[in-house]
């Protein structure tokens, strides 16, 4: 999640991450604190994404009631801006995907998204630096708003997506490396097993919990669209908060996860 949902959390991240790096880690346990490493990666990467708020820029500029020009080049400030608020998330999601933090198929998505409402906006600019009406002008200027929602709708729901999609590609790993971590806790001395045995159950759990709000964020992300943003306002408002809600969830879950992990690690060092 978000920089300004915890700095807190994210500090305590680090702290862990540190830790797990000053190991001593013997060859049979390299893979589990390996994980670890991956896993607090993931999360850090998530930290570090930008506030899914957007707040659209304002030109602070008032035509006159039939200056052509004027509209047109307020019209061109907030196409820009959208622009730029667009390439922005599309070099955080090649970031994300060269950091093997998403996948190839899920950055794929994204930007496609977001090659739709550049080409739409630009679009757009063409037909309103070619009009010579300020009525038409001021059509055009209001559909920036109208048909692409790129602050109220688009930036957060794809914003949305990238966490998304680093904590499902995270829980993947985490997931996978079950036999590994269930390997090395057999290999563990009778007197730990049974601590062990605990933080594994509960790092199953918390990887059934953040599994289950994904199921939430999937079939409920395609819904937030302009169209329903403009004719389905509450409806939207709904949506809107129960990913958001589940995505939180899902991001505490992985977090305890990791923790679990992380003293799993230490026990096996020992």
């Not at 998403?102 to 409402?117: C, E, G, K, V």
């Not at 037909?127 to 002008?137: H, I, P």
């Not at 490396?177 to 933080?199: G, N, R, V, W, Y």
């Not at 059934?208 to 509450?234: C, G, I, K, M, W």
Request: proline share 3%.
């Amino acid at each position: 999640m978000l920089p300004n949902r915890s700095i807190t959390m994210r500090g305590e991240t680090q702290k862990m991450k540190a830790k797990l790096f000053r190991i001593v880690r013997p060859a049979s346990k390299l893979t589990v604190v390996t994980l670890i490493g991956v896993t607090l990666a993931g999360l850090l990467a998530f930290l570090a994404l930008p506030a899914i708020a957007q707040a659209a820029p304002s030109s602070g500029t008032k035509c006159a009631r039939d200056d052509v020009q004027c509209v047109i080049n307020v019209g061109n400030q907030l196409i820009t801006a959208r622009l730029n608020a667009l390439n922005t998330l599309s070099s955080r999601v090649t970031q994300q995907q060269q950091a093997g933090h998403i996948t190839a198929d899920a950055a794929s998505a994204l930007q496609a998204d977001i090659a739709t409402n550049q080409n739409g906006l630009k679009s757009l600019q063409s037909k309103l630096d070619a009009e010579t009406s300020a009525q038409a002008a001021r059509q055009d200027v209001k559909n920036i708003f109208w048909q692409f929602r790129i602050y109220a709708v688009v930036l957060p729901r794809d914003y949305q997506q990238l966490h998304f999609d680093i904590e499902e590609k995270l829980a993947s790993k985490m997931a996978a490396a079950k036999a590994t971590i269930e390997k090395a806790i057999a290999s563990a001395p009778a007197s730990k097993q049974a601590q062990l045995q605990s933080l594994y159950t509960d790092f199953k759990a918390q990887l059934v919990t953040a599994e289950a709000q994904f199921d939430t964020v999937q079939s409920t992300l395609p819904t937030l669209t302009p169209e329903n943003y403009n004719q389905e306002r509450t409806a939207y408002a709904s949506n809107l908060a129960k990913v958001r809600s589940a995505e939180k969830t899902a991001h505490t879950a992985l977090h305890q996860a990791a923790s679990d992990l992380h003293q799993i690690a230490q026990l096996l060092k020992d």
